[in-house]
């Protein structure tokens, strides 16, 4: 008589299995996490825009950073979470931290124009900022397109900012991530928003979170991610987390919006120099300051080939070009983008 071989599994293996389904439906049935932040506190308002102050735990440099997110999404992906938050790491190495919030534009916004954010918005808050800290120089950070305009910025303001750092940053529109006859159509004008953007006069928050998702060709790796890991409670919280920030999307401005597509997108004005803001000519060899460019490996929003340009576009004698293993949203999520930029920093954070 042959011998009968039972195989038995693991009790550990059945109960990860068990937690795994287990965390799968608690991620899909229960409310969406709290995001908590760091230590802060309000010092300007305009408008819908708040300008947030996180003081360092014990001061260490001098000079203080002031951080710019995208006008596309809420900025609450640089605070995350206690343990992966950019700007909570950047006071941990002893830096203070100031981060513009520029808010969600109701339909009364609807005329307030790029001009106006950079020059009435993002140019006051940093004055504000410097009377607050009481300090002679800052450090601009600006993220994605608060890169762009933080380098807007930098090239027509007098201002005193010491360290310039972009990340992520769209600068040269001539490359971007859409269908090669969707470029064609908008550079030759056949393709406009322009009569879509006059209907809604402000761009709904629902548009823009659709369009999040095509740019990034409605990628369902995460949520894969998500079935095979679910038994791991650090990678869910992550993921509830990153969930939340995604869906969460701001409405824009309609006048700036259209502005961004026809200047940016369309007729790449910053970097042919025709770029002009209040009747300012926005010259980017104007910048002159200490300038560090971060891009990732993974950027699947902005290509290297969009933010490589402005190392020769500008004046600055100290300039330094960093490549990150990194997505676009992952280098925040995790934290990762505060441990990139501090040892930069950190050599150029003193009077």
Known sequence: MAAITRFKLPVTNLETERERWHQLYNVLHEPKPEIKSSPRQSVWRKNKSVLWFYPAQEKKHDVPIFMVYSLLNKPYILDISEETSVIGNLNKQGYDVYMFDWGSPGLEDKGITLDNYVLD????????????????????????????????????????????????????????????????????GTLSLDRMIDAYEVIPSEFLYTTFLALQGFNIGPNVNLVTRAHDRKYVDKWRRMDKWTRDAVTFSGAAFKQMLNDLYKDNKLVKGEMTLAGKKVDLSKIKCSLLVITSTRDELVLESQSLPVMELVSSEDKTYQLVEAGHVSICLTGQFAFAVEPWLSTRSKF
Do not use: Q
């Open 121 to 188: 918005y993002l140019e006051m808050a940093v004055r504000v900022a410097l009377r607050h800290a009481k300090a002679p120089e800052i450090s601009l950070v600006g993220y994605c397109i608060g890169g762009t305009l933080s380098a807007m910025l930098a090239s027509i303001t007098d201002l005193p900012i010491k360290n310039l750092v972009l990340a992520a940053v769209p600068i040269d529109y001539s490359d971007f991530i859409l269908p090669d006859k969707w470029v064609k159509a908008m550079h030759d």
